[in-house]
């Protein structure tokens, strides 16, 4: 059984940057697609950015684009998510999660202030 653990999270100023990273073990990520998902306090939880199993497709959610990218190494068994130019509604918990698969990591705060 595959486990994933998130890491990276934190407390950053608007504008900061944060690299978030989600290590398996028990199990190899190589042959799926991972995605990033991110719940704030009092919302539901939502979709940020997904990516191939071989890293040559990413797809993110409108409010992250062009500021957020989602990367692997499959080599170290991981996956990681940039994030840029942080503003105070990017704070949440962030999960990584296997697309098609209903495993998730226990996800990794992340607060940014005003």
């Known amino acids: 059984q595959v486990q994933l653990v998130e890491s990276g999270g934190g407390l950053v100023q608007a504008g900061g940057s944060l690299r978030l990273s989600c290590a398996a073990s028990?199990?190899?990520?190589?042959?799926?697609?991972m995605t990033w998902f991110r719940q704030a306090p009092g919302k539901e939880r939502e979709f940020v950015a997904g990516?191939?199993?071989?890293?040559?497709?990413?797809d993110y959610a409108d409010s992250v684009k062009g500021r957020f990218t989602i990367s692997r190494d499959n080599a170290k068994n991981t996956v990681y998510l940039q994030m840029n130019s942080l503003k105070p509604e990017d704070t949440a918990v962030y999960y990584c999660?296997?697309?098609?698969?209903?495993?998730w990591g226990q996800g990794t705060l992340v607060t940014v202030s005003s």
């Open positions: 990516i191939n199993w071989s890293g040559g497709n990413m």
């Open positions: 028990g199990g190899l990520i190589r042959m799926y697609a």
């Open positions: 999660k296997i697309r098609n698969l209903e495993v």
